[in-house]
T-cell receptor, first 114, second 117 residues
Protein backbone atom coordinates (compact mmCIF):
# COMPACT_ATOMS: atom_id res chain seq x y z
CA UNK A 1 0.00 0.00 0.00
CA UNK A 2 1.38 3.37 -1.01
CA UNK A 3 1.92 5.91 1.74
CA UNK A 4 1.16 9.60 1.79
CA UNK A 5 2.84 11.28 -1.15
CA UNK A 6 4.03 14.87 -1.10
CA UNK A 7 5.70 17.00 -3.70
CA UNK A 8 7.99 18.70 -4.10
CA UNK A 9 10.34 17.40 -1.41
CA UNK A 10 12.36 20.62 -1.44
CA UNK A 11 11.57 24.12 -2.63
CA UNK A 12 13.67 27.27 -2.60
CA UNK A 13 12.00 30.56 -3.49
CA UNK A 14 12.59 34.24 -3.02
CA UNK A 15 10.41 36.19 -0.63
CA UNK A 16 7.18 37.59 -2.04
CA UNK A 17 6.96 34.73 -4.53
CA UNK A 18 4.06 32.24 -4.47
CA UNK A 19 4.54 28.57 -3.71
CA UNK A 20 2.31 25.50 -3.68
CA UNK A 21 2.61 22.09 -2.08
CA UNK A 22 0.75 18.99 -3.15
CA UNK A 23 -0.39 16.00 -1.10
CA UNK A 24 -1.92 12.69 -2.11
CA UNK A 25 -3.24 10.80 0.94
CA UNK A 26 -3.50 7.06 1.39
CA UNK A 27 -6.33 5.64 -0.68
CA UNK A 28 -9.57 5.56 1.26
CA UNK A 29 -8.46 8.01 3.93
CA UNK A 30 -11.16 10.61 4.39
CA UNK A 31 -9.29 12.87 6.79
CA UNK A 32 -6.34 14.95 5.63
CA UNK A 33 -4.10 17.25 7.67
CA UNK A 34 -1.52 19.87 6.89
CA UNK A 35 1.08 20.54 9.58
CA UNK A 36 3.83 23.14 9.82
CA UNK A 37 7.10 22.07 11.44
CA UNK A 38 9.63 24.74 12.29
CA UNK A 39 13.24 23.74 12.82
CA UNK A 40 13.72 22.02 16.18
CA UNK A 41 9.99 22.02 16.95
CA UNK A 42 7.13 19.59 16.82
CA UNK A 43 4.53 19.85 14.05
CA UNK A 44 1.61 22.25 14.45
CA UNK A 45 -1.72 21.74 12.74
CA UNK A 46 -2.60 24.22 10.02
CA UNK A 47 -5.79 22.72 8.64
CA UNK A 48 -7.81 19.51 8.77
CA UNK A 49 -10.15 18.22 6.07
CA UNK A 50 -12.97 15.74 6.40
CA UNK A 51 -13.45 14.71 2.78
CA UNK A 52 -13.54 18.03 0.91
CA UNK A 53 -14.64 20.14 3.87
CA UNK A 54 -12.16 22.13 5.95
CA UNK A 55 -13.37 21.45 9.50
CA UNK A 56 -10.49 22.99 11.45
CA UNK A 57 -8.52 25.86 9.91
CA UNK A 58 -8.16 28.03 12.98
CA UNK A 59 -4.35 27.94 12.82
CA UNK A 60 -4.10 28.76 9.12
CA UNK A 61 -2.85 32.33 8.46
CA UNK A 62 -5.57 33.17 6.00
CA UNK A 63 -4.03 36.41 4.79
CA UNK A 64 -1.36 34.53 2.85
CA UNK A 65 -2.14 30.81 3.17
CA UNK A 66 -4.87 28.93 1.37
CA UNK A 67 -5.70 25.27 0.93
CA UNK A 68 -8.08 23.16 -1.06
CA UNK A 69 -9.05 19.54 -1.32
CA UNK A 70 -11.03 19.08 -4.48
CA UNK A 71 -13.07 15.88 -4.76
CA UNK A 72 -11.97 14.91 -1.26
CA UNK A 73 -8.71 13.27 -2.35
CA UNK A 74 -5.61 15.30 -3.23
CA UNK A 75 -4.91 18.55 -1.49
CA UNK A 76 -2.90 21.67 -2.27
CA UNK A 77 -1.51 24.17 0.21
CA UNK A 78 -0.51 27.56 -1.16
CA UNK A 79 1.40 30.52 0.22
CA UNK A 80 1.18 33.88 -1.52
CA UNK A 81 3.29 35.87 -0.99
CA UNK A 82 5.93 33.89 0.90
CA UNK A 83 7.86 35.52 3.74
CA UNK A 84 11.23 34.63 5.24
CA UNK A 85 9.50 33.26 8.33
CA UNK A 86 7.64 30.69 6.24
CA UNK A 87 10.83 28.64 5.88
CA UNK A 88 9.89 25.31 7.46
CA UNK A 89 8.80 21.77 6.67
CA UNK A 90 5.19 21.34 5.60
CA UNK A 91 3.85 17.90 6.49
CA UNK A 92 0.74 16.24 5.15
CA UNK A 93 -0.96 13.39 7.01
CA UNK A 94 -4.07 11.32 6.52
CA UNK A 95 -6.25 8.99 8.54
CA UNK A 96 -9.24 6.78 7.84
CA UNK A 97 -11.64 9.11 9.55
CA UNK A 98 -12.64 10.98 12.65
CA UNK A 99 -12.67 7.89 14.87
CA UNK A 100 -9.34 6.59 13.63
CA UNK A 101 -6.53 7.68 15.92
CA UNK A 102 -3.56 6.79 13.77
CA UNK A 103 -2.32 9.46 11.38
CA UNK A 104 0.05 8.52 8.57
CA UNK A 105 2.51 11.22 7.59
CA UNK A 106 4.17 12.00 4.31
CA UNK A 107 7.88 12.90 4.01
CA UNK A 108 7.14 16.61 4.00
CA UNK A 109 8.17 19.54 1.81
CA UNK A 110 11.10 21.56 3.06
CA UNK A 111 10.59 25.20 2.07
CA UNK A 112 13.41 27.73 2.11
CA UNK A 113 12.51 31.37 1.51
CA UNK A 114 15.47 33.62 0.68
CA UNK B 1 -5.44 24.15 26.75
CA UNK B 2 -3.48 21.02 26.10
CA UNK B 3 0.28 20.97 26.39
CA UNK B 4 3.05 18.42 25.90
CA UNK B 5 6.46 18.86 27.52
CA UNK B 6 9.60 16.96 26.55
CA UNK B 7 12.45 18.12 28.77
CA UNK B 8 15.30 16.21 27.12
CA UNK B 9 16.57 18.02 24.01
CA UNK B 10 19.09 15.25 23.36
CA UNK B 11 19.92 11.76 24.61
CA UNK B 12 23.03 9.66 23.95
CA UNK B 13 22.85 5.92 24.58
CA UNK B 14 25.09 2.96 23.90
CA UNK B 15 23.79 0.36 21.48
CA UNK B 16 21.80 -2.48 23.13
CA UNK B 17 21.03 -0.41 26.21
CA UNK B 18 17.47 0.52 27.17
CA UNK B 19 16.46 4.18 26.96
CA UNK B 20 13.61 6.16 28.44
CA UNK B 21 12.35 9.32 26.76
CA UNK B 22 10.35 11.59 29.04
CA UNK B 23 6.98 13.15 28.28
CA UNK B 24 4.59 15.00 30.55
CA UNK B 25 1.26 16.40 29.49
CA UNK B 26 -1.36 18.79 30.70
CA UNK B 27 -5.05 18.55 30.00
CA UNK B 28 -8.31 19.00 31.85
CA UNK B 29 -10.15 16.52 29.64
CA UNK B 30 -10.85 13.07 31.12
CA UNK B 31 -10.63 11.42 27.70
CA UNK B 32 -7.48 11.76 25.63
CA UNK B 33 -4.93 9.80 23.67
CA UNK B 34 -1.15 9.85 23.85
CA UNK B 35 1.19 9.03 20.98
CA UNK B 36 4.85 8.64 20.25
CA UNK B 37 6.26 9.32 16.79
CA UNK B 38 9.75 8.79 15.41
CA UNK B 39 11.16 11.21 12.84
CA UNK B 40 14.36 10.05 11.13
CA UNK B 41 16.49 12.40 9.06
CA UNK B 42 14.34 11.59 6.02
CA UNK B 43 11.61 13.70 7.61
CA UNK B 44 8.70 11.28 7.74
CA UNK B 45 6.84 10.96 11.02
CA UNK B 46 6.52 7.28 11.93
CA UNK B 47 3.84 6.19 14.41
CA UNK B 48 5.27 4.06 17.20
CA UNK B 49 2.75 3.55 19.97
CA UNK B 50 -0.58 4.76 21.34
CA UNK B 51 -2.07 4.92 24.86
CA UNK B 52 -5.67 5.80 25.60
CA UNK B 53 -6.44 7.60 28.84
CA UNK B 54 -8.80 4.82 29.95
CA UNK B 55 -6.50 1.96 29.03
CA UNK B 56 -5.74 -0.07 32.13
CA UNK B 57 -2.46 -1.51 30.90
CA UNK B 58 0.60 0.17 29.49
CA UNK B 59 0.82 -0.07 25.71
CA UNK B 60 3.56 -2.19 24.14
CA UNK B 61 4.67 -2.58 20.53
CA UNK B 62 7.69 -4.80 20.04
CA UNK B 63 10.70 -3.04 21.57
CA UNK B 64 8.59 0.00 22.44
CA UNK B 65 6.56 0.38 25.60
CA UNK B 66 4.79 3.36 27.07
CA UNK B 67 5.12 3.92 30.81
CA UNK B 68 1.79 5.60 31.51
CA UNK B 69 1.43 7.23 34.93
CA UNK B 70 -1.90 8.98 34.83
CA UNK B 71 -1.75 10.63 38.24
CA UNK B 72 1.60 12.19 37.37
CA UNK B 73 0.46 13.02 33.81
CA UNK B 74 3.45 11.21 32.47
CA UNK B 75 3.78 9.08 29.31
CA UNK B 76 7.39 8.06 28.92
CA UNK B 77 8.59 5.96 25.98
CA UNK B 78 10.87 3.05 26.77
CA UNK B 79 12.95 1.50 24.01
CA UNK B 80 14.52 -1.79 24.97
CA UNK B 81 17.75 -3.08 23.43
CA UNK B 82 18.42 0.06 21.40
CA UNK B 83 19.73 -0.23 17.85
CA UNK B 84 21.71 2.14 15.65
CA UNK B 85 18.60 2.62 13.53
CA UNK B 86 16.79 4.09 16.51
CA UNK B 87 18.77 7.30 16.14
CA UNK B 88 16.16 9.94 15.28
CA UNK B 89 13.94 12.66 16.71
CA UNK B 90 11.15 11.38 18.93
CA UNK B 91 7.94 13.31 19.50
CA UNK B 92 5.30 12.82 22.14
CA UNK B 93 1.83 13.98 21.14
CA UNK B 94 -1.66 14.22 22.60
CA UNK B 95 -4.96 14.04 20.80
CA UNK B 96 -7.85 16.28 21.65
CA UNK B 97 -10.94 14.38 22.76
CA UNK B 98 -13.56 13.26 20.29
CA UNK B 99 -16.08 15.67 21.70
CA UNK B 100 -14.05 18.57 20.38
CA UNK B 101 -13.84 17.36 16.82
CA UNK B 102 -11.13 14.78 17.33
CA UNK B 103 -7.82 14.14 15.76
CA UNK B 104 -5.97 17.35 16.43
CA UNK B 105 -2.56 16.28 17.63
CA UNK B 106 -0.57 18.56 19.90
CA UNK B 107 3.15 17.74 19.77
CA UNK B 108 6.00 18.30 22.17
CA UNK B 109 9.30 19.82 21.08
CA UNK B 110 10.95 16.47 20.62
CA UNK B 111 14.03 14.62 21.88
CA UNK B 112 16.95 13.82 19.60
CA UNK B 113 18.14 10.29 20.38
CA UNK B 114 21.60 9.20 19.28
CA UNK B 115 22.64 5.58 19.59
CA UNK B 116 26.38 5.06 19.81
CA UNK B 117 28.00 1.82 18.59
Amino acid sequence: EAGVVQSPRYKIIEKKQPVAFWCNPISGHNTLYWYLQNLGQGPELLIRYENEEAVDDSQLPKDRFSAERLKGVDSTLKIQPAELGDSAVYLCASSLGTNSYEQYFGPGTRLTVT
Amino acid sequence: AQKITQTQPGMFVQEKEAVTLDCTYDTSDPSYGLFWYKQPSSGEMIFLIYQGSYDQQNATEGRYSLNFQKARKSANLVISASQLGDSAMYFCAMRSPFAQGAQKLVFGQGTRLTINP
